[in-house]
C-alpha cells in the first residue's frame, strides 16, 4: 500500500551540485507533478505530467529538469543547486482531473 | 496576480465556531476544486473536492463553488482544536494542470 515514494527525505547539497529527486507511484495515475512549497507559499507547481512521455512548466520551472519514463515515475533534476532552491519538495500523482495524493515530501537545504 | 488566491490568515476561531475559508481562482477553464488540510510537516490530505456549482456537505464540512464568481469557499462547523491546520484551496484545468493557493492557517481555540 505504498501509494507516492519520494526518495530521498531529507538532502543538503553544496552550491552547483546537481541531483535527481525520485518519485514513484503505484496507482497507475495518468497525471504527475512536482511543486516546492516554501514557508507562507502555499504549493507551487514545478513541473507537471499529464501522462507518459509528456510533460509540461507549472508556475516555477526555472532551474529544474523534469523526466516521465514511464507511467510510474516522474523524476526532477536540479543541474546546479542554488540557496533559493532550499524547499519542501513534493510528489504527487492523480487520475486525470480527480484528487492528487501526495508523497511524504523531500526536504532541500541548498548551502 | 496568483492564479488562485487565497487569504494567508491567520484565521481564529472559538472551539464550537463554523470557520469560514475561502479561495478565488482567475482561470475560467478550471473544472475541478479542492480543499486539502495540511499539518506542519506533513503532505497535504484531501478534505473535500467539489466539481459543479452550489453546495457539497460531508460530516462537519461544506465545499461552496460559485464558477460565475470564480469563487470557492470551506465551512468547517463546530470546529475542534485538532482542525488547526493551514487549509489549501487547488484548482484543476482541463489541461491536467493543479494549482494551489498559498494556503490559510485556522486556528481553533479551546
Known amino acids: 500500500n505504498a501509494g507516492v515514494t519520494q526518495t530521498p527525505k531529507f538532502q543538503v547539497l553544496k552550491t552547483g551540485q546537481s541531483m535527481t529527486l525520485q518519485c514513484a507511484q503505484d496507482m497507475n495515475h495518468n497525471s504527475m507533478y512536482w511543486y516546492r512549497q516554501d514557508p507562507g507559499m502555499g504549493l507551487r507547481l514545478i513541473y507537471y505530467s499529464a501522462s507518459e512521455g509528456t510533460t509540461d512548466k507549472g508556475e516555477v520551472p526555472n532551474g529544474y529538469n523534469v523526466s516521465r519514463l514511464n507511467k510510474r515515475e516522474f523524476s526532477l533534476r536540479l543541474e546546479s543547486a542554488a540557496p533559493s532552491q532550499t524547499s519542501v519538495y513534493f510528489c504527487?500523482?492523480?487520475?486525470?482531473?480527480?484528487?492528487?495524493?501526495f508523497g511524504q515530501g523531500t526536504r532541500l537545504t541548498v548551502v | 496576480q496568483k492564479e488562485v488566491e487565497q487569504n494567508s490568515g491567520p484565521l481564529s476561531v472559538p472551539e464550537g465556531a463554523i470557520a469560514s475559508l475561502n479561495c478565488t481562482y482567475s482561470?475560467?477553464?478550471?473544472?475541478?476544486f479542492f480543499w486539502y488540510r495540511q499539518y506542519s510537516g506533513k503532505s497535504p490530505e484531501l478534505i473535500m473536492f467539489?466539481?459543479?456549482?452550489g453546495d457539497k456537505e460531508d460530516g462537519r464540512f461544506t465545499a461552496q463553488l460559485n464558477k460565475a464568481s470564480q469563487y470557492v469557499s470551506l465551512l468547517i462547523r463546530d470546529s475542534q482544536p485538532s482542525d488547526s491546520a493551514t487549509y489549501l484551496c487547488?484548482?484543476?484545468?482541463?489541461?491536467?494542470?493543479?494549482?494551489f493557493g498559498q494556503g490559510t492557517t485556522l486556528q481553533v481555540k479551546p
Open positions: 487547488a484548482v484543476g484545468s482541463n489541461t491536467g494542470k493543479l494549482i
Open positions: 504527487a500523482s492523480s487520475p486525470i482531473g480527480s484528487e492528487a495524493f
Open positions: 482561470d475560467r477553464g478550471s473544472q475541478s
Open positions: 467539489i466539481y459543479s456549482n
